[in-house]
């Protein structure tokens, strides 16, 4: 690991290089960087929300531009890169390897980001992260719509190619003593959710680049004034983002499997279940993704299908959580930060999946599809789940990139609150939802119900927005002005696990 | 699989599992009798375009932003749009189906009791989308 800021060296030589923890450094910052301007968005929208009527902003517009924004900077530019962060820091040294297969590729994937990022935000689109046409064709604002595909279609290719980088690091790089099966459960997340990439990405940079000549007029595949389709677009769409939920959460799930066996002192209750797992969802995640269309006018038969599709992925997900459970039980447990959201996002996992299966039985979906319960429902997933055992990671990894210690009481603080504020705007919304209140409104009637249950939403988030403030201001102080970390076992939980950290400064 | 015994974790996947074909089948069952459309339906064509709902009865009478209907008769919906991607919902009733350019959906029901209910649109469809609401009146017939 990387002890930045105990051997400085100036930013430029991190900037330009290709070393897998420099990239995994400027991954990490990138990415929460986005974090928290995609969460200051979101502050603005339950702020607006908190009554009926406009609150702080002025037009809808806007406020459809926010939550556009919102929504694709959190998915694209905080969760995604993270999980590149920490796969960059981490899988070469657990395949005992000296880098990623391909360096230079490796940072290219990395400068994609920015731009990109600079993209989505000078745009500001205002067509939600789907992009729906004929919306998006035909009445999306100009260059912001444009600027917006542009910046997707940058990150699809970075995604692509530190998914090749991946799958190569850990298949052809990893030591000769090491059979696959001995790779640590982290690097197996990483391989899985690459191969998912792989597969379904380029569908969504076909479906972009029909969408980018359907708004030049040049050709009409989504647009139905010339003969197109605008479910088709749908179904491009979900192939590519149902199984991008999946890539989304196998590295965090990953995450959490390398800090509860730690913080349990237990080995992992069953490595291959874990490993199956994630084969199997990464295979399964592909045969649901017309769950999100069941109100489009499907047949009846496509809607079974796809309802059995949605809930075969079930037992999988449910795999994980018992492994979890199973290596926490009789552990000698340490409560310390990471191990602490962790656990929390186990919780929030089991109660986001929960709702999922609501979503996936075909009749209850008509109530919930489109309403607040749905984002409910996913916000338990990127935020309770992926979110949480990012921030995990992050309190874990920190002493290894910095040299020193985070402050631990404030590491709970910011745990605890954000936990509360998640169960209060998440839990709410799943009500809401059922009280009918659609997602993507500026502004809502004054229903009593739903004016009291957008409060405790906007409450829940602005606790969140506090315990989010003390985070920063911790690791700010405490990577400058923080005590020295024993890097052999920064978190006294005694014993090296997997392999050897090594505590040096690469130079390359 | 690992040097102890796993027989917990299958005895759960096994529950799992159980779980979730008993809820598949019960939403399976639900769904194959709401699919149905009695014969007998009334038909009305609703038209979602940027930001209102029409309705057309099968007399011809055009209804903006409010539709009338009975106690005691089924209604089928015949969804169009004339724009971009809606979704016709009354929540109370459970109704919800898009209004797609270039194709018609249907979707039906009956309602049982007088009553006033909110009709809205579920799916973004751009800058009035929160306010594309309407009001269904339910009456006994007259
Ligand atoms: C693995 C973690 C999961 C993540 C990250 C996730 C994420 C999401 C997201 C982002 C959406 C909403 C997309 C949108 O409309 O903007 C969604 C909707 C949905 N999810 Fe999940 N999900 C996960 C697991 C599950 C599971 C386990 C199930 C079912 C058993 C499920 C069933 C559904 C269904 C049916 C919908 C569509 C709801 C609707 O729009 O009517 N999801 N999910
Ligand atoms: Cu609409
Ligand atoms: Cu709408």
Same mark, same amino acid.
């Given at each position: 690991?990387?002890?930045?800021?105990?051997?400085?060296?100036?930013?430029?030589?991190?900037?330009?290089?290709?070393?897998? =923890?420099?990239?995994?450094?400027?991954?990490?910052?990138?990415?929460?960087?986005?974090?928290?301007?995609?969460?200051?968005?979101?502050?603005?929208?339950?702020?607006?929300?908190?009554?009926?009527?406009?609150?702080?902003?002025? +037009?809808?517009?806007?406020?459809?531009?926010?939550?556009?924004?919102?929504?694709?900077?959190?998915?694209?530019?905080?969760?995604?890169?993270?999980?590149?962060?920490?796969?960059?820091? $981490?899988?070469?040294?657990?395949?005992? #390897?000296?880098?990623?297969?391909?360096?230079?590729?490796?940072?290219?994937?990395?400068?994609?980001?920015?731009?990109?990022?600079?993209?989505?935000?000078?745009?500001?689109? +205002?067509?939600?992260?789907?992009?729906?046409?004929?919306?998006?064709?035909?009445?999306?604002?100009?260059?912001?719509?444009?600027?917006?595909?542009?910046?997707?279609?940058?990150?699809?290719?970075?995604?692509?190619?530190?998914?090749?980088?991946?799958?190569?690091?850990?298949?052809?790089?990893?030591?000769?003593?090491?059979?696959?099966?001995?790779?640590?459960?982290?690097?197996?997340? $990483?391989?899985?959710?690459?191969?998912?990439?792989?597969?379904?990405?380029?569908?969504?940079?076909?479906?972009?680049?029909?969408?980018?000549?359907?708004?030049?007029?040049?050709?009409?595949?989504?647009?139905?004034?010339?003969?197109?389709?605008?479910?088709?677009?749908?179904?491009?769409?979900?192939f590519t983002f149902h199984p991008e939920v999946y890539v989304l959460v196998i590295p965090a799930i990953g995450?959490?499997?390398?800090?509860?066996?730690?913080?349990?002192?237990?080995?992992? $209750?069953?490595?291959?279940?874990?490993?199956?797992?994630?084969?199997?969802?990464?295979i399964v995640g592909f045969s649901s993704w017309a769950h999100h269309m069941f109100a489009t006018g499907m047949?009846? =038969?496509?809607?079974? *299908?796809?309802?059995?599709?949605?809930?075969?992925?079930?037992?999988?997900?449910?795999?994980?959580?018992?492994?979890?459970?199973?290596?926490?039980?009789?552990?000698?447990?340490?409560?310390?930060?990471?191990?602490?959201?962790?656990?929390?996002?186990?919780?929030?996992?089991?109660?986001?999946?929960?709702?999922?299966?609501?979503?996936?039985?075909?009749?209850?979906?008509?109530?919930?599809?489109?309403?607040?319960?749905?984002?409910?429902?996913?916000?338990?997933?990127?935020?309770?789940?992926?979110?949480?055992?990012?921030?995990?990671?992050?309190?874990?990894?920190?002493?290894?990139?910095?040299?020193?210690?985070?402050?631990?009481?404030?590491?709970?603080?910011?745990?605890?609150?954000?936990?509360?504020?998640?169960?209060?705007?998440?839990?709410?919304?799943? *009500?809401?939802?059922?009280?009918?209140?659609?997602?993507?409104?500026?502004?809502?009637?004054?229903?009593?119900?739903?004016?009291?249950?957008?409060?405790?939403?906007?409450?829940?988030?602005?606790?969140?927005?506090?315990?989010?403030?003390?985070?920063?201001?911790?690791?700010?102080?405490?990577?400058?002005?923080?005590?020295?970390?024993?890097?052999?076992?920064?978190?006294?939980?005694?014993?090296? #696990?997997? #392999?050897?950290?090594?505590?040096?400064?690469?130079?390359? | 699989?690992?040097?102890?015994?796993?027989?917990?974790?299958?005895?759960?996947?096994?529950?799992?599992?159980?779980?979730?074909?008993?809820?598949?089948?019960?939403?399976?069952?639900?769904?194959?009798?709401?699919?149905?459309?009695?014969?007998?339906?009334e038909t009305i064509i609703v038209t979602g375009q940027q930001w209102f709902w029409t309705f057309e009865h099968?007399?011809?009478?055009?209804?903006?932003?409010?539709?009338?209907?009975?106690?005691?008769?089924?209604?089928?919906?015949?969804?169009?749009?004339? +724009?971009?991607?809606?979704?016709?919902?009354?929540?109370?009733? *459970?109704?919800?189906?898009?209004?797609?350019?270039?194709? *018609?959906?249907?979707?039906?029901?009956?309602? +049982?009791?007088?009553?006033?209910?909110?009709?809205?649109?579920?799916?973004?469809?751009?800058?009035?989308?929160?306010?594309?609401?309407?009001?269904? $009146?339910?009456?006994?017939?007259?």
């Amino acid at each position: 690991m990387v002890l930045e800021l105990q051997k400085p060296r100036p930013i430029w030589q991190i900037m330009f290089s290709t070393h897998h =923890t420099d990239v995994g450094l400027l991954y990490l910052i990138t990415s929460l960087g986005f974090l928290f301007l995609g969460g200051s968005l979101a502050l603005a929208i339950r702020a607006e929300l908190f009554l009926p009527g406009a609150q702080i902003i002025t +037009d809808s517009m806007t406020f459809n531009r926010i939550f556009t924004v919102h929504g694709t900077t959190l998915i694209f530019l905080f969760i995604l890169p993270f999980a590149s962060a920490v796969g960059n820091y $981490y899988v070469p040294i657990m395949v005992r #390897y000296k880098d990623m297969a391909y360096p230079k590729l490796n940072a290219i994937a990395f400068w994609m980001i920015p731009p990109s990022g600079a993209l989505i935000w000078l745009g500001f689109a +205002d067509f939600t992260w789907y992009a729906t046409p004929p919306y998006s064709i035909i009445s999306a604002p100009g260059p912001a719509a444009d600027m917006w595909i542009f910046g997707l279609k940058i990150l699809g290719i970075s995604s692509v190619l530190g998914a090749i980088n991946f799958v190569v690091t850990i298949l052809k790089c990893k030591h000769p003593d090491m059979s696959i099966g001995q790779v640590p459960l982290l690097a197996w997340s $990483y391989l899985s959710s690459s191969l998912i990439i792989l597969v379904a990405i380029p569908t969504f940079a076909a479906a972009l680049l029909m969408l980018l000549t359907d708004r030049l007029g040049v050709s009409g595949f989504f647009n139905p004034a010339m003969g197109g389709d605008p479910i088709a677009y749908a179904h491009l769409f979900w192939f590519t983002f149902h199984p991008e939920v999946y890539v989304l959460v196998i590295p965090a799930i990953g995450m959490m499997y390398e800090i509860i066996p730690r913080f349990s002192r237990k080995p992992i $209750y069953s490595y291959n279940s874990g490993i199956f797992a994630f084969v199997l969802l990464s295979i399964v995640g592909f045969s649901s993704w017309a769950h999100h269309m069941f109100a489009t006018g499907m047949s009846f =038969t496509e809607k079974t *299908v796809f309802m059995v599709g949605t809930l075969a992925a079930v037992p999988a997900s449910a795999m994980h959580v018992f492994n979890f459970i199973a290596t926490m039980w009789n552990g000698r447990i340490k409560f310390s930060t990471p191990m602490m959201w962790s656990v929390g996002g186990i919780a929030l996992f089991f109660g986001a999946g929960a709702g999922g299966v609501v979503n996936s039985a075909m009749p209850l979906d008509f109530s919930t599809h489109d309403t607040y319960w749905v984002v409910g429902h996913f916000h338990l997933f990127v935020m309770g789940t992926i979110a949480f055992g990012s921030i995990a990671f992050f309190y874990y990894m920190f002493p290894y990139v910095t040299g020193r210690m985070y402050n631990e009481t404030m590491g709970k603080i910011h745990f605890v609150m954000s936990f509360i504020g998640t169960i209060l705007v998440f839990f709410t919304q799943h *009500v809401l939802g059922l009280y009918g209140m659609p997602r993507r409104i500026f502004d809502y009637p004054p229903i009593p119900e739903w004016i009291a249950m957008n409060q405790i939403a906007t409450v829940g988030a602005m606790i969140i927005g506090v315990s989010m403030a003390i985070f920063l201001a911790n690791m700010i102080y405490s990577s400058g002005k923080g005590k020295l970390a024993n890097t052999e076992d920064p978190f006294g939980v005694g014993g090296k #696990y997997y #392999y050897p950290f090594e505590a040096k400064n690469p130079s390359h | 699989m690992g040097g102890h015994s796993n027989w917990p974790e299958w005895i759960y996947v096994g529950i799992v599992i159980a779980l979730m074909t008993w809820v598949g089948a019960e939403a399976w069952e639900a769904e194959r009798l709401v699919e149905h459309v009695p014969e007998d339906a009334e038909t009305i064509i609703v038209t979602g375009q940027q930001w209102f709902w029409t309705f057309e009865h099968e007399d011809g009478t055009k209804e903006i932003g409010e539709l009338h209907v009975e106690t005691g008769k089924a209604y089928k919906f015949e969804i169009v749009s004339t +724009d971009v991607i809606h979704s016709f919902n009354i929540h109370d009733y *459970v109704v919800l189906m898009d209004a797609v350019p270039g194709r *018609v959906n249907t979707v039906w029901f009956a309602p +049982d009791a007088p009553g006033v209910h909110d009709i809205q649109c579920r799916e973004y469809c751009g800058l009035i989308h929160y306010n594309m609401r309407g009001t269904l $009146y339910v009456e006994d017939p007259a």
